[in-house]
């Protein structure tokens, strides 16, 4: 059963065009929500952390919100650079108190 | 910046051969992770590790796998047998007080 489901799988915007990634989650009792940005080949870079409803994080071009139910990253104005594979996991206490549990991610490609 | 360093980045090996996946992670963290992610799937849990033991292990991490930490720096991943379907990106991670910060992985591929 997923607990972690990101929409949509693929985003192609144009420079400038902003836009909102989706992650949406099926757990009870949230520990944490992360956002991380993955090149290709590379590690997950940590984005953001989001505990409670209501939550807003911002980082240059990039703002992560938090519902009961979902979470959005809000891109505004991209560049090329940002150019990625956007994961979201959540921290869940059945799973074990510091675990991690990812979605299959959004591969964001802004055209120039 | 202190990260989270990986050795090798690239490891090719036999089927039924052992490997041994190094990892460095940050200083003053203490939890630990091994993560795998096969090539165009998620990323997945395979182990935490904190004080000196496994805390958790996912179903993926079956006897032919450990982990060790031998000297108080490097923490490694074992397989013991690999087998065809243990080629994907290991990545290790490690934790303070908040978010877990990850090595760039290293790509395991087994012939």
């Known amino acids: 059963e997923d607990q972690v489901t990101q929409s949509p799988e693929a985003l192609r915007l144009q420079e400038g065009e902003s836009s909102s990634l989706n992650c949406s989650y099926t757990?009870?009792?949230?520990?944490?929500l992360f956002w991380y940005r993955q090149d290709p080949g590379k590690g997950p870079e940590f984005l953001f952390t989001?505990?409670?409803a209501g939550e807003e994080k911002e980082k240059e071009r990039l703002k992560a919100t938090l519902t009961k139910k979902e979470s959005f990253l809000h891109i505004t104005a991209p560049k090329p650079e940002d150019s990625a594979t956007y994961l979201c996991?959540?921290?869940?206490?059945?799973?074990?108190?510091?675990?991690?549990?990812f979605g299959t991610g959004t591969r964001l490609t802004v055209i120039p | 910046e202190p990260e989270v360093t990986q050795t090798p980045s690239h490891q090719v090996t036999q089927m039924g051969q052992e490997v041994i996946l190094r990892c460095v992670p940050i200083?003053?963290?203490?939890?630990f992770y091994w993560y795998r992610q096969i090539l165009g799937q998620k990323v997945e849990f395979l182990v935490s590790?904190?004080?000196?033991?496994?805390?958790?292990k996912s179903e993926i991490f079956d006897d032919q796998f450990s982990v060790e930490r031998p000297d108080g720096s490097n923490f490694t991943l074992k397989i013991r047998s690999t087998k065809l379907e243990d080629s994907a990106m290991y990545f290790c991670?490690?934790?303070?007080?908040?978010?877990?910060?990850f090595g760039q992985g290293t790509r395991l591929t087994v012939v």
């Open positions: 200083s003053n963290h203490l939890y």
């Open positions: 989001l505990y409670s």
């Open positions: 996991a959540v921290q869940v206490p059945q799973g074990g108190a510091n675990n991690l549990f």
């Open positions: 991670a490690s934790k303070g007080d908040t978010e877990a910060f």
């Open positions: 757990v009870s009792g949230l520990r944490g």
């Open positions: 590790f904190y004080n000196n033991e496994i805390s958790e």
